[in-house]
């Protein structure tokens, strides 16, 4: 059973700067289809994309509403992954939650519903 436990987040004002951590411990896998996600929930929504790795490849993938402002990246020999968050705003806030998959396929990687392991979820308040 793969864990992920998150670090990070808090309150900041509009403009500024956070960042999100990840460990994964377990079985984690080496294949190529492994990715790790981040996604964010306000409350009453659904849980939406923010950006995906693929652990292996390296290959990044981003919505296009943080794209340019927040960068995902990975520690691979700490099984980290990292969410630098820049030039937030209000719009962000929310709950954001770090994912994990071992076969999830490129035309998935947005879907929530397809990631098999999840973190506990970390506030991020902005203020405007």
């Known amino acids: 059973q793969v864990q992920l436990v998150e670090s990070g987040g808090g309150l900041v004002q509009a403009g500024g700067s956070l960042r999100l951590s990840c460990a994964a411990s377990?079985?984690?896998?080496?294949?190529?289809?492994?990715?790790m996600a981040w996604f964010r929930q306000v409350a009453g929504k659904e849980r939406e994309f923010v950006a995906a790795?693929?652990?292996?490849?390296?290959?990044?993938y981003y919505s296009d509403s943080v794209k340019g402002r927040f960068t995902i990246s990975r520690d691979k020999p700490k099984l980290t992954v990292f969410l630098q968050m820049n030039s937030l705003q209000p719009e962000d806030t929310g709950v954001y939650y770090c994912?994990?998959?071992?076969?999830?396929?490129?035309?998935?990687?947005?879907?929530?519903?397809?990631?098999?392991?999840w973190g506990q979820g970390s506030q991020v308040t902005v203020s405007s």
């Open positions: 377990g079985p984690t896998s080496g294949s190529g289809s492994y990715a």
């Open positions: 994912a994990a998959d071992p076969t999830i396929i490129l035309s998935s990687l947005s879907d929530a519903r397809q990631y098999s392991y």
């Open positions: 790795i693929r652990w292996r490849s390296g290959h990044i």
